[in-house]
């Protein structure tokens, strides 16, 4: 039976659609995914995204036992402040991509994906052994209320106690809302400036109805999952399970950047990762666009179009409702990932070709 978040009864009352997703009940929308995705592009949407997972790490060497359980440097992130991250096994395939959150010197808050919740905190449970450090899975002691969209800074700001224009973009401060403390980060994961709000379970139908009171003069909209898949995919930023999976190594994805090589003492799988460095990736994550109307989908071939060979499969798909045609993210041989290589793509025994071009596919005004 699937859980359901501390806000499912506004969900019901607003006439959410409902779908199973790591174990939870979540909302996939609530008119249609079109209007909701306008919205984040245009003014604002408000998302439940409480099936995300949360672990927190506190003790004197916490930044060293992160340090060595993941790809990156939690222990350079400045208070207050935020980064990527992801964990990996021993052979450098992502078991899954991260927030790391320093709430205090001593303390982190690391955000995981909400299928991968109990693999992530088993391997860092393993990992962290032999540092001063303390590990407990805090999951449901949080609710996350994300507003994204152009207009979410100015609902925000009519809410918070805190100067919202001096919050710098993966940061995060305690603040007040509906009189409630919660913990304000400016991050996301849809292509646009916006806010995640930690708050306690009980106090998430409060938080979730002052910021759609708010909101309503904005242009905010309630939003399902549906539409923040199509939001990530036009931002190009990858989803677990489709762009990484444990066969996949940050540099096939093009995010060798959050990997830090030489920390003291290591970190788990460097190995693997410094020879995949060294060699260079085989295939590596790129962005298709087509002029067609049929989009291609997860799992969908791509075809050499003078041989008809298949040369690597899409991993997200999608008629982009803010470009007006299909886009897709694949794998593809090095030799085939410049911009303006043309290839087929097999939508359903039918191909249709499209052509490699920069990510992300969409990029919000400055």
Known sequence: MSKKTPLHDIHMELGAS????????????????LVEHHAVRTTAGIFDLTHMGEIELS????????????????????????????????????????????LAEERYLVVANAGNTLVVLSQLRDRIDGYVTTIRDT?????????????????????????????????IDPARLADREVLLARTGYTGEDGFEIY????????????????????????????????????AGMPLYGQELTVGTTPFDAGLGRVV????????????????????????VLVGLASTGRRAPRTGYAVLDPDTGERIGEVTSGALSPTLGHPVAMAYLPTDRSEPGTKV??????????AEVVPLPFYRRRA
């Open 18 to 33: 409902f779908t199973d997703f790591a174990g939870w009940s979540m909302p996939l929308r609530y008119t249609s995914e």
């Open 59 to 102: 003790g004197p060497e916490a930044g060293r036992a992160l340090d060595h359980a993941l790809v990156g440097r939690p222990s350079k992130i400045a208070v207050g402040r935020a980064r990527y991250s992801m964990l990996v096994h021993e052979t450098g395939g992502v078991l899954d991509d991260l927030v790391v959150y320093r």
């Open 139 to 171: 999951s449901g002691e949080w609710a996350l209320i994300a507003v994204q969209g152009p207009t979410s800074p100015a609902i925000v700001s009519e809410l918070v106690d805190v100067e919202v224009p001096l919050l710098k973009y993966y940061a």
């Open 199 to 234: 708050c306690r379970p009980e106090d998430a139908m409060a938080v979730w109805r002052s910021v759609s009171a708010v909101g309503a003069r904005h242009g905010l909209v309630p939003c399902g999952l549906a539409c923040r898949d199509t939001l990530r995919l036009e």
């Open 260 to 283: 830090v090589f030489g920390k003291p003492g290591g970190f788990v799988g460097e190995a693997a990762l410094a020879a995949r460095r060294d060699e260079g990736p085989t295939r």
């Open 344 to 353: 087929l793509v097999d939508i359903r025994g039918s191909q249709e070709y």
